[in-house]
Each structure stands twice: as C-alpha cells, then as structure tokens.
C-alpha cells in the first residue's frame, strides 16, 4: 500500500514563506508524477503545481512566480516552495502521486492535506 505524507503547512502572515513537504512510501514501482492541488473553502480542488516523470513543470497561473515545486526521484519526495503569499492562497494543500502499474495503467494516491493559512 502507498502512503503519501504531508508536512510544512502553517499559519503566516501576506508576503511570508513556507515550504511543503512530501514523501510517499510503500509498494511503489515507479511515480511517474508528483504534484500539490489545493482546496480552498467553497471551492473546488484544483492543480497548483506538477512535477512530470520527464521534468516537465506546470503551475496554476494564480502562483506563476511566487511558487516553486522540486523533486528528488530517488527519494520520492516533492517540495512546493511558497513565497510572497497572498490571503487568497489560504487553503488544504494535497500531495499527489502517480503510480505506473503497467505500461497503460497508472492508480493516483493522495496524502491526508495540510493546512495553509495566510492571515494577518
């Protein structure tokens, strides 16, 4: 069973920093993507960043510029990098990883979220 963790989330104020965490673990045989998506209050889940199996990177145009995702395959691991944030950024951020099981068959995880708020 794949396990996704999350950790870094927080209370800030506007323009502050935090950085995310996350690692999965388990019976994985390979990830060919990891990514953060955040729900905020009354709205839907949404994709803020994603990190591709051939590097490839895609960011929500609401974070273009203040946000960074990075990964480290060997480990399993993915980082969002969250600078200059905005109140409207205050949201339950969820890593997501895309576990291959063939070559046409892939089974999406997700951690359990962690709580980003951005208040003054």
């Known amino acids: 069973q794949v396990q996704l963790v999350e950790s870094g989330g927080g209370l800030v104020q506007p323009g502050g920093s935090l950085r995310l965490f996350c690692a999965a673990s388990?019976?994985?045989?390979?990830?060919?993507?990891m990514g953060w998506y955040r729900r905020a209050p009354g709205k839907q889940r949404e994709l803020v960043a994603l990190f591709t199996n051939g590097g490839n990177t895609n960011y929500a145009d609401s974070v273009k510029g203040r946000f960074t995702i990075s990964r480290d395959n060997a480990k399993n691991t993915v980082h969002l990098q969250m600078n200059n944030l905005k109140i409207e950024d205050t949201a339950v951020y969820y890593c997501k990883a895309v576990g291959v099981q063939t070559t046409w068959s892939t089974q999406d995880y997700w951690g359990q979220g962690t709580q980003v708020t951005v208040s003054s």
């Open positions: 388990g019976s994985i045989f390979r990830i060919a993507a």
